[in-house]
């Protein structure tokens, strides 16, 4: 069974241009989530999706931010415009049922220049 | 909000060696997980443990949930073992929805 399939695994981009994340969850998982991970830190939650709502976007900062998950199945993540302060690992994970067991996918490691 | 911590924050071990890693927390969680972290960032799931023993291999974990810490025992180490360790609590404050949150992590290196 596949795991949870993120693209693309690297991302470089100057600052002020859009750029957007793909995940795939694990198949029947009903809950997504997307987390950032800054270097030497763990991750912390951006948003999570319930099917196709979101339930908890409370640390997605809106003004840049986007996220959305149509079908209740894959999601994008989208940022515009990029800062430099962005630059981080953006983790996509997915459980069965809200915050069970979590799998996460590879990543993508944003780099803003 | 809850602090979680973990120690040590870095850990250099022979391979073949035992070890202990802890975490910590402030305030009562509704569940508990461990993670490792490779050194190419792939974070696998270790343990689901809200609560009690369990073994998987050659690791376990215990969680005490009333005392507000969780061990993680890694025996007969090999170098594959390598990476960033993170726990995560699932808590929620006055009322507000449920949120998982990581530790600061244990930098692990076992030395063949």
Known sequence: EAGVVQSPRYKIIEKKQPVAFWCNPISGHNTLYWYRQNLGQGPELLIRYENEEAVDDSQLPKDRFSAERLKGVDSTLKIQPAELGDSAVYLCASSLEPNEKLFFG???????? | GIQVEQSPPDLILQEGANSTLRCNFSDSVNNLQW??????????????IPSGTKQNGRLSATTVATERYSLLYISSSQTTDSGVYFCAVLYSHGGATNKLIFGTGTLLAVQP
Do not use: A, C, D, R
């Not at chain 1, 590879?106 to 220049?113: I, P, R």
């Open chain 1, 106 to 113: 590879s990543g993508t490691q944003l780099s803003v220049l």
């Open chain 2, 35 to 48: 993670f490792h972290q490779n050194p190419w960032g792939q974070l696998i799931n270790l343990f689901y």
